[in-house]
Nanobody, 127 residues
Framework: QVQLVESGGGLVQAGGSLRLSCVASTRTFSIYGVGWFRQAPGKERELVSA????????VYADSVKGRFNIFRDNAKNTVYLQMNSLQPEDTAVYYCAARFFIMFDYVGSKLYEYDQWGQGTQVTVSS
């Protein structure tokens, strides 16, 4: 089990940037694959990005490709989501999720693959 805490959300104008952080309370962070998901009002929770245990393999939703970057620093127990060129449609609660994966290079891209979740951080983009 691991506790996940998201931070970095806030209010930003369209075209601006935010960096979200997901900090895990565990001594074995490197065994977890991590994903970022978001949920906008009236919509289902959806994948934003995910990263493998070793940080080498990543996946992005089509809507954020070229704008968002996911990366991790296992020494700091942290996964980041750098969000650039933000648009109003990016407005949502962003959640960090983690799960132990046996394979170091596996990327979990499905909501159901994760069993540990943070509380979420609100991102609001004004036009």
């Amino acid at each position: 089990q691991v506790q996940l805490v998201e931070s970095g959300g806030g209010l930003v104008q369209a075209g601006g940037s935010l960096r979200l952080s997901c900090v895990a309370s565990t001594r074995t962070f490197s065994i977890y694959g991590v994903g970022w998901f978001r949920q906008a009002p009236g919509k289902e929770r959806e994948l934003v990005s995910a990263i493998s245990r070793n940080g080498e393999h990543t996946v992005y939703a089509d809507s954020v490709k070229g704008r968002f970057n996911i990366f991790r620093d296992n020494a700091k127990n942290t996964v980041y989501l750098q969000m650039n060129s933000l648009q109003p449609e990016d407005t949502a609660v962003y959640y960090c999720a983690a799960r132990f994966f046996i394979m170091f290079d596996y990327v979990g891209s499905k909501l159901y693959e994760y069993d540990q979740w943070g509380q979420g951080t609100q991102v609001t983009v004004s036009s």
